[in-house]
């Protein structure tokens, strides 16, 4: 076809450039690692008065997705209100061979509410797996996973994996109330020990927390600290980790827009190397050093 | 049939018609997207200096769209041509590089050096503000677009493109300013000046108070001054605003753009680039269209012949 060459084009620069259509070059050998996908709706039901459990039948490439990855899920809209972005969730849970992903959702704005219209049968739009998991090295003979609120449900995958290697874990759980603790029966499912503390019993401080970390540190039960959903108790662990020299790994949560790191609307300020730098928690995390992690 | 979706743009062959709007495309896409397929690649805003971007937080949703303030970050020139320009030589498409200086000399500058092998065409985001008008977007006016684009134009020999703001009040004159200092190209358009207030807090719901509407809410505004831009320069317009289907960009090309950028709409369907493109093709096909080029500037706004209205009276 004609191309329209104006003026200021005269000199020849095709050296400068490829056109797409004339690159001779093979095709590359690609194939899609984050799919978005309508997968039914196995089950979307309460499991206490503010979390909700869905399950959905997915694609082999979520099916692919491991602890400490989110997706993004399409919501539908509810009455009156069009939420436009996805919605991040971290997984919850994943059965490759039943080819379904697992999530735990606290309805909290339009999104979720749209979410929480859907019925088993019903499709719903997931995309994923997005983000950097958690780095289990399966040389860890004990590992403790600290988590408040929604980051239990981000945990979750970690006990499944955590078996499948020999390691054990302990998880101290947090919640305002003990109706409020989810993910304990999983844990326990997997083998792991589970201790609730809360903050209607007045056990979920953060002093309270440090004496069973470090009692589980003197008993040589905590090679590598997990956590996610509480900033108080992310401290307590830099601190003994700092102290202890053990490693740990934190899930970090912000607002996002892509999922795939094009936005830059969901940076936060990590400590890196004696400074302070803007990470992409979608892309860089959402699972981060312990250490470089600020509140 | 076969359609032939390549498309000519200021001296450059694109495969095809579509290609990612500035701030909206990273190497992370790759992961969902056969970055062969796309017709250019055009990468975020790069500046000289380092800069971090704009408080938090960048981003709010609003019916139909978004409001952003991202802020520009960038690692700079060096980061660049270290990471970012051999990572895109991997690819077939012809990789676009977008540019921002707060001067007129600081575009130049800027232009000259990224005049290199591996580049194919800059596009000047002159949407940003320029500290020598007073901190006004130098796309806001004609005279200072004409001044940026004339020393940019010095600067490179490469295809220059040079995307407009839409918050001015004459678009076809900075258009034709842009168009006379030497532009090979126009990008219409960057993103609508919006804001959004919190309710719970009474605070603007961004860091930064204002920032830049995007989706399928500004679509008809966009393509109407696309198709505006069009009409008042010879040059090819690219259009870049709302663009979420192949309809949506079938529609710019019949309002003039010889090609669409595709930004919003990948933070919803991240495949939304490739499934345009096949739409595209499927359209032409269906309709025995042979090269999608002649879509462009096709729309049909002569006067339909009318039915005569004229009174007839009625018989005595």
């Known amino acids: ?295 | 049939m076969t359609v032939d979706l390549a498309v000519g743009i200021g001296g450059l062959r694109l495969a095809n018609p579509v290609m990612p709007a500035s701030g909206t495309f990273a190497e992370g896409l790759d992961k969902a997207v056969d970055f062969d397929r796309l017709g250019a690649f055009v990468t975020k805003t790069i500046t000289r200096e380092l800069r971090t971007g704009n408080p938090l937080p960048r981003v709010v949703e609003r019916p139909g769209g978004l409001i952003n303030s991202i802020g520009i970050p960038s690692k700079g020139v060096p980061y660049f041509l270290a990471h970012t320009l051999p990572y895109y030589g991997r690819f077939r498409p012809p990789l676009v590089v977008s540019i921002s200086a707060p001067t007129a000399e600081g575009f130049a500058s800027l232009a000259a050096e990224l005049t290199r092998p591996g580049i194919a065409a800059i596009e000047a985001n002159i949407s940003c503000p320029n500290i020598e008008e007073d901190g006004k977007a130098f796309a806001m006016r004609a005279a200072s677009t004409e001044a940026v684009v004339r020393q940019l134009r010095a600067a490179t020999s490469l295809p220059l493109w040079v995307k407009l703001t839409p918050n001015t009040g004459d678009l076809p004159e900075v258009a034709r300013a842009a168009e006379a200092a030497g532009a090979d190209a126009l990008v219409v358009a960057n993103t609508i000046l919006a804001m959004a207030i919190d309710l719970q807090t009474f605070r603007p719901s961004l860091g930064s108070v204002m920032g830049g509407l995007s989706g399928p809410a500004v679509k008809p505004i966009v393509l109407r001054q696309v198709f505006q831009c069009a009409q008042a320069v010879d040059i090819p317009v690219i259009g870049c605003g709302g663009i979420s289907t192949a309809e949506d960009a079938i529609e710019y090309l019949l309002a003039g753009a010889s090609a669409v950028q595709v930004g919003t709409a990948t933070f919803v369907q991240p495949a939304a680039m490739t499934t345009i493109i096949d739409g595209i093709g499927r359209f032409c096909e269906k309709r025995d269209i042979a090269r999608v080029a002649d879509l462009i500037g096709a729309v049909v706004t002569e006067e339909a012949d009318q039915p005569d209205l004229a009174w007839v009276a009625p018989a005595e």
């Open chain 1, 1 to 295: 076809m004609a191309i329209e060459q104006s003026v200021s084009m005269a000199t020849a620069k095709d050296s400068f450039f490829i056109a797409a259509a004339d690159d001779a070059r093979p095709p590359r050998d690609w194939t899609e690692t984050v799919v978005a996908e309508r997968g039914e709706v196995l089950l979307n039901q309460a499991v206490n008065a503010e979390y909700r459990h869905l399950v959905v039948r997915c694609g082999p490439v979520a099916a692919k997705a491991v602890a400490g990855q989110f997706f993004q899920l399409l919501c539908p809209h509810p009455e009156g209100e069009q939420p436009f972005l996805r919605r991040p969730m971290s997984l919850y849970g994943v059965d490759p061979a039943k080819s379904e992903v697992e999530f735990l959702y606290k309805v909290t704005g339009a999104g979720t509410r749209g979410l929480a219209l859907i019925a088993p049968g019903d499709r719903l739009d997931i995309m994923g797996p997005l983000g950097k998991g958690f780095d289990l090295d399966p040389g860890l003979r004990h590992i403790v996973a600290v988590g408040r609120g929604a980051g239990l449900a981000t945990l979750a995958p970690l006990a499944k994996a955590a078996r499948a290697n020999g390691t054990r874990v302990t998880a101290i759980f947090s919640a305002r109330r003990p109706d409020l603790l989810v993910s304990v029966d999983l844990f326990r499912g997997h083998g792991a020990e589970v201790i609730t503390v809360t903050d209607s019993q007045g056990t979920s401080g953060p002093a309270h927390v440090e004496r069973i970390l470090r009692g589980l540190i003197a008993d040589g039960r905590a090679e590598a600290f997990f956590t996610c959903g509480s900033s108080r108790l992310m401290r307590v662990q830099q601190r003994l980790a700092r102290e202890f020299a053990i490693a740990g790994q934190v899930a970090m949560e912000q607002q996002m827009a892509c999922g795939l790191g094009l936005c830059f609307c969901c940076v936060r300020d990590f400590h890196v190397g004696g400074e302070i730098v803007h990470r992409r928690v979608c892309w860089d995390g959402p699972v981060f050093d312990l250490m470089e992690a600020l509140p």
